[in-house]
């Protein structure tokens, strides 16, 4: 069991053998290429592939406790030729879920304010912070069915990258390290069988570009694919990659 702090009182705890887990969820997703040189927020032991993706969820249940969450990722590969996500800026409105992600796989999580909202024939996820600046909003139209495609873009398992970070006091006791972590998405299905995912065009924006929140680097070329779709989750670990 991996138990957070205060030790009587731990503000998280997760099976380390089933990771964290989600249940009713659903979610928007963007995938693109990027315009901008991100090479200087990838870490070592990993190579960029020129693409990405915008993610915002809301967590209908997990074992962490209901939040909503914004994500920017950059396809990359590993020193093993695995394919993966590396996450420069990630957004929650859980406490728990910031310390979680932060202390056990360094997932560089800050509280936001986040919302995802369907009106008329539209959803609308936002990212603001703080309230009243908008840093990015994903729009897209739910059109028709999705097919093979998902399945490259969010294979099972889906491999994670970030970069763990404990500070040095006086010299002592720092550690940088990458970590490879895993998300495990079992997409609904409906009555007839199929799975809950649509997808149609989309638009993003950078509404506001904050040099303290600055998701904007990733700078969108072509979008490739946009879905919406309403899922299941387990996150789990892989491994300390390396130190860095």
Known sequence: MIRGIPFD????????????????????????????DVRDLIPEGLKP??????????YGFSTLGTYNEYITAIQVEDEVGDI????????????AALAAGREV???????????LDQYLDLIQGILERPHGKRLATL???PSYRAKELIDQILPKPTYLYSVRHLPPLKGKGGATQLIKWYAEID????SRGER???????????DS?????PVHKVEIDKIIFAAYFEFDMRLGFVDIVKSL
């Not at 997409?187 to 409906?190: A, E």
């Open 49 to 58: 592939l020129n693409s990405g993706g915008i993610w915002i969820a809301h």
């Open 196 to 206: 809950i995912i649509f997808v149609g065009p989309a638009n993003v924006t950078y």
């Open 139 to 141: 729009t897209m139209k």
């Open 187 to 190: 997409f609904h299905v409906d």
């Open 105 to 115: 796989v360094g997932a560089p999580k800050k509280l936001a304010k986040i919302e």
């Open 9 to 36: 009182s731990p503000l998280y705890e997760i099976d380390e053998e089933r990771g964290i887990e989600y249940v009713n969820c659903r979610a928007i997703t963007t995938f693109f290429t990027i315009k901008s």
């Open 84 to 95: 993966g996500y590396y996450i420069p800026y990630i957004y929650v409105t859980n406490d």
């Open 209 to 213: 570009p904050s040099l303290n929140d």
